[in-house]
């Protein structure tokens, strides 16, 4: 058997596109869940992958970013999440905008979508651990009408809940919230100077912790060379052969790892003539789409670097960079005593936690909004190495929304 040696020292990206018989795993889980969407919905999953990938691109091209964080990762689900509670909250024109973002008709569509992804996501029969998990807070002088909390329970099982937020522990409670629906990955979303002047707080934390189909051995791993942008250096590598699909062409080669739960975890090696920096400003839907195409079982010596990566960003100029416009004009579900219509704004913050070893991936999102004036047969053998930076994915194979892709160019 030739020797594929995958080396990923990534971040870890969840995506979830529309699956077929191919894509299933060997092993068949004790309950398989099931999502049926409507073509509109459809429309509004392959919406988000795009939305998706813009980002992904964006941050990618932007040099302030990826000089803090070489290694990052977006949650595509999650920064849609919180934007579609925001659209319940706020104008028409600002629902059109985020509706015509992920090519949804209306926001009707997009509701009972994030209702039925969360409820899939979430279900016990994939076989993994899966929290998605919503609140929004409001300034304790505003009236939260009896339609709009209704819609955030009824399409992001979420809470609405008053609080001044000018009381010394506002942060406090915020922050404890998110420490308590991540397992404590994510414990610091905000700051007390950050929320004096909202309106209106929005948070969407995703959980996700998948386990391998084959299991890595812990006695396998080794250190090897990895070769980072700013120079060779030793990191720790899972190993294990097995079978895995496989495609390669002349711009890249990308391997599949199977996790329970219809999930897979997908790593993108760019040719050596191609910066990863330059393939990640073009990956997009087409790519992933052939990729999805294309894999086939090969037989593979597979070698994983563990690694454990957070990310953290402001999204403002990544959305004037895809030509989002997030500005606040008018609010649609609350009864405000007074509000400075000229100084609303909304700023959208996203972190990241990924953590890869020989037991599975597990991966945690949180994105913020803060409004206010503040089985076939094996087709052949492959060679391959990762041992430069590279992009990746994991995807559900049932269903279809992105929700976490990255880019990895060294280890930390």
């Given at each position: 058997m030739t020797q594929l040696r995958l080396l990923l020292p990534i971040m870890i990206a969840l995506i979830i596109v529309t699956g077929c018989s191919n894509d299933e795993p060997a092993q068949s889980n004790p309950v398989e869940p099931v999502i049926e969407l409507s073509r509109a919905e459809e429309t509004i999953n392959q919406g988000i992958n795009n939305f998706g990938f813009d980002i992904f691109n964006a941050v990618a091209a932007n040099k302030e970013i990826t000089a803090e964080y070489p290694n990052f990762a977006i949650s595509p689900l999650s920064l849609v999440s919180t934007l579609s509670m925001c659209a319940n909250t706020l104008d028409e024109d600002f629902s059109d905008r985020i509706c015509n973002a992920i090519n949804a008709n209306d926001l009707d569509d997009v509701n009972s979508f994030c209702r039925k992804i969360r409820t899939y996501l979430t279900d016990k029969g994939n076989a993994c651990q899966t929290s998605v998990v919503n609140s929004v807070w409001h300034r304790k002088d505003l009236i939260a009408s009896e339609a709009y909390i209704s819609r955030i329970d009824q399409f992001f099982h979420g809470s609405v809940t008053p609080i001044d937020f000018t009381a010394p522990d506002a942060a406090d409670q915020i922050n404890r919230w998110a420490a308590d629906n991540t397992n404590y990955v994510i414990t610091n979303i905000v700051k007390q100077d950050d929320i004096l002047g909202s309106i209106i707080f929005l948070a969407n934390a995703i959980s996700f912790k998948g386990i391998w189909y084959k299991p890595f051995e812990v006695s396998k791993t080794t250190k090897s060379t990895f070769h980072a942008l700013s120079g060779d250096c030793q990191t720790e590598f899972m190993n294990i052969s097995t079978e895995l699909k496989y495609y390669k062409n002349s711009d890249f080669e990308s391997v599949s790892v199977?996790?329970?739960?219809?999930?897979?975890?997908?790593?993108?090696?760019?040719?050596?003539?191609?910066?990863?920096?330059?393939?990640?400003?073009?990956?997009?839907?087409?790519?992933?789409?052939?990729?999805?195409?294309?894999?086939?079982?090969?037989?593979?010596?597979?070698?994983?670097?563990?690694?454990?990566?957070?990310?953290?960003?402001?999204?403002?100029?990544?959305?004037?960079?895809?030509?989002?416009?997030?500005?606040?004009?008018?609010?649609?579900?609350?009864?405000?005593?007074?509000i400075n219509r000229d100084e609303l704004r909304l700023k959208v913050d996203h972190f990241t936690d990924i953590n890869v070893d020989e037991e599975g991936a597990s991966v945690t999102s949180v994105s913020t909004g803060n409004v206010g004036s503040v089985a076939p047969s094996v087709f052949g053998e492959a060679s391959v190495t990762f041992d430069r930076p590279f992009i990746y994915l994991i995807r559900n194979t049932k269903t279809g929304s992105i929700i976490m892709m990255g880019q990895y160019t060294q280890p930390q």
């Open positions: 199977s996790l329970k739960g219809w999930f897979e975890f997908i790593a993108v090696l760019p040719s050596e003539s191609k910066s990863v920096s330059d393939f990640s400003q073009s990956f997009n839907s087409t790519v992933f789409d052939e990729i999805k195409g294309r894999l086939a079982l090969y037989d593979v010596d597979l070698s994983i670097p563990k690694f454990h990566e957070n990310f953290k960003m402001t999204c403002s100029e990544i959305f004037r960079a895809i030509g989002l416009d997030v500005n606040i004009q008018n609010f649609e579900g609350f009864n405000p005593r007074y």
